[in-house]
């Protein structure tokens, strides 16, 4: 039962070295989003894919891009890491909008930018 | 503004105690309302509650929603060490695909 996979877990980057977060989910849903998560701050959301071809931007998109490469595969970029970005990043999914739209998440990627 | 509000940010008790954790809600449109227990890693799903009045339980666990008061209770009796975790409550709307999180409350059962 994978579920949400992501890649890597961890990750340590210098200020200005661009690196891309991995997402995969294998259960057939067609929305997916980015989130970072703060101490204090919740979850704050990143961008979102509501369905294959479509993204969109969240509460905090600046300093990020994202692709949503098919169906499965949802992958955030970091083009010039600044420390303002450590944080923990989380991707999850969902079927799609409806009474039954509950998000089910990865294990997360730790990221620290020095 | 949409927003989710959860009190208290931190709570600690003793093993055998019942907690109440709470969520307060400003969302357009609201749809659902959903409870998450995040232990070290990713939030897992608890509850989905949609209709004002009906309780959802599960073990010790237990919500209930009240749309009039735009807020949802998370109830934990007897709670023990594995209890221990942050709390997130989300509320999705209506239209789009976007969902609304708290700061969460961030719960720590003692011996």
């Known amino acids: 039962n994978a579920g949400v996979t992501q890649t890597p877990k961890f990750q340590v980057l210098k200020t200005g070295q661009s690196m891309t977060l991995q997402c995969a989910q294998d259960m057939n849903h067609n929305s997916m989003y980015w989130y970072r998560q703060d101490p204090g701050m919740g979850l704050r959301l990143i961008y979102y894919s509501a369905s294959e071809g479509t993204t969109d931007k969240g509460e905090v998109p600046n300093g990020y891009n994202v692709s949503r490469l098919n169906k499965r595969e949802f992958s955030l970029r970091l083009e010039s890491a600044a420390p303002s970005q450590t944080s923990v990043y989380f991707c999850a999914s969902s079927p799609a909008a409806g009474i039954g739209n509950i998000q089910y998440f990865g294990a997360g990627t730790r990221l620290s930018v020095l | 503004e949409d927003k989710v509000v959860q009190s208290p940010l931190s709570l600690v008790v003793h093993e055998g105690d019942t907690v109440t954790l709470n969520c307060s809600y400003e969302v357009t449109n609201f749809r659902s309302l959903l409870w998450y227990k995040q232990e070290k890693k990713a939030p897992t799903f608890l509850f989905m509650l949609?209709?004002?009045?009906i309780e959802k339980k599960s073990g010790r666990l237990s919500s209930i929603l009240d749309k009039k008061e735009l807020s949802s209770i998370l109830n934990i009796t007897a709670t023990q060490t594995g209890d221990s975790a942050i709390y997130l409550c989300?509320?999705?709307?209506?239209?789009?695909?976007?969902?609304?999180f708290g700061t969460g409350t961030s719960l720590t059962v003692i011996p």
């Open positions: 989300a509320v999705a709307p209506n239209t789009g695909n976007q969902f609304y």
């Open positions: 949609t209709s004002s009045g």
